[in-house]
Nanobody, 115 residues
Framework: QVQLVESGGGLVQPGGSLRLFCAASGSLYNSATMGWYRQAPGKQRELVAS???????NYADSVKGRFTISRGGAMNTVYLQMNSLKPEDTAVYYC?????????WGRGTQVTVSS
């Protein structure tokens, strides 16, 4: 069973930066897609960014040019560098691991952008 552990959320002022980290453990596949989703209060969970070996990185239009997703060398970690943060980026951010019918979620980490 794959497990995900996230860290790096917090409170930041508009225009600031945060870096999220997620580590996967268990029976892993290098071909897995790992990514980040977010859910704001009263809204549906949405894709922020994802990455896999075949397709590379994929971003939501709302974060392109501001967020960067990257994977660790062993492909069991994923980072999300978030720059130029806006109040509308405030949400719980969830790490996701997806491969061969498995769809695993982390517990989430809160990101709050506020002055």
């Amino acid at each position: 069973q794959v497990q995900l552990v996230e860290s790096g959320g917090g409170l930041v002022q508009p225009g600031g930066s945060l870096r999220l980290f997620c580590a996967a453990s268990g029976s892993l596949y290098n071909s897995a897609t790992m990514g980040w989703y977010r859910q704001a209060p009263g809204k549906q969970r949405e894709l922020v960014a994802s990455d896999n070996l075949e397709d590379g990185a994929n971003y939501a239009d709302s974060v392109k040019g501001r967020f960067t997703i990257s994977r660790g060398g062993a492909m069991n970690t994923v980072y999300l560098q978030m720059n130029s943060l806006k109040p509308e980026d405030t949400a719980v951010y969830y790490c996701n691991y997806r491969v061969y019918g498995e769809n695993i979620w982390g517990r989430g980490t809160q990101v709050t952008v506020s002055s």
